[in-house]
């Protein structure tokens, strides 16, 4: 005959070794995801409205979706999950303006330009390379100018296999663009433009997103917080500044959305106001 204590200690056994199990299965599938995440992603862009792009590591362009970064590997996903560091967006809606062709190129390729983004989680400032990059910065003076940054989300963080927070699109769903195109420049500072495989992108790199396609960078760039290895195909244009930085790495710090390793940052990341300066 079992007695209550019994049959109460069988109950919690079983219920701990159904948890147990529910567990395991969890962390199996997590595995399997992050694993896919880490052999697989990329940060592409989409100029104009097109389709989003994902691009693996190894080179293999795939049509998929928009990228962005990966966070900090030392806290947990579930350690991060929800803790929002950031403030409260400014008022104000993001632009819907587009042109049909890149903006003239009046930018002084000898000149110094540096881009400041005045965001929700604190300002993040990087110089740009006017000489090695004439057509990214001249676009990037230009829809500053147009306050087409301005209110617009950074949607995109990778936080497996590559480490990056991607930005520069208005609707905040990925596909966006100014409606033109730009072309790839400085691939020579990567050491192998247009090869194959990979290159280190350093920690403080800014460069451009694109389709995965030649000349297909448009508004949407990516912030690189930890070296990241991708392919040789995204023009770096800007290097961030040490206190932006500290910004990446607290927005990093904070994760995904859901605990995943790529896809909408827990903090909420507003660019209130873009400004591009001469010096």
Not at 171 to 182: K, Q
Request: aromatic fraction near 6%.
């Amino acid at each position: 005959m079992v007695t209550k204590d019994e049959r109460r200690r069988q109950l919690a056994r079983e219920k701990y070794e159904r948890q147990q199990q529910r567990r395991a299965e969890q962390q199996k599938k997590a595995r399997k995801r992050n694993a896919a995440v880490a052999a697989g992603l990329a940060v592409v862009l989409v100029a104009g409205g097109a389709a989003w792009a994902s691009v693996g590591l190894t080179g293999e362009e795939k049509p998929l979706e928009d990228a962005s970064a990966e966070a900090g590997a030392s806290a947990s996903p579930s350690a991060r999950l929800e803790q929002d560091p950031c403030g409260k967006p400014a008022k104000g809606k993001a632009a819907t303006k587009t042109w049909k062709k890149e903006p003239a190129l009046d930018v002084d390729a000898s000149a110094k330009y540096t881009m400041e983004l005045r965001t929700t989680c604190g300002d993040v400032s990087f110089t740009m390379d006017a000489e090695k990059a004439p057509h990214t910065v001249n676009s990037f003076a230009f829809l500053a100018g147009e306050k087409y940054f301005d209110h617009t989300k950074c949607h995109r963080l990778t936080t497996s296999g590559i480490y990056v927070l991607q930005c520069g699109d208005p609707t905040g769903s990925g596909s966006g663009g100014p409606g033109y195109n730009i072309p790839d420049e400085n691939l020579d500072a990567l050491g192998k433009p247009g090869g194959t495989g990979t290159v280190k992108y350093p920690a403080g790199t800014v460069a451009m997103a694109n389709t995965g396609q030649k000349d297909s960078g448009g508004s949407q760039f990516f912030l690189v917080y930890r070296e990241t290895e991708l392919p040789p195909s995204y023009t770096p244009f800007g290097t961030v500044s040490k206190d932006g930085m500290k910004v990446l790495e607290k927005i990093a710090d904070a994760g995904v959305q859901g605990g995943g390793g790529d896809g909408a940052p827990v903090a909420t990341v507003v660019i209130d106001e873009a400004t591009v300066k001469k010096a």
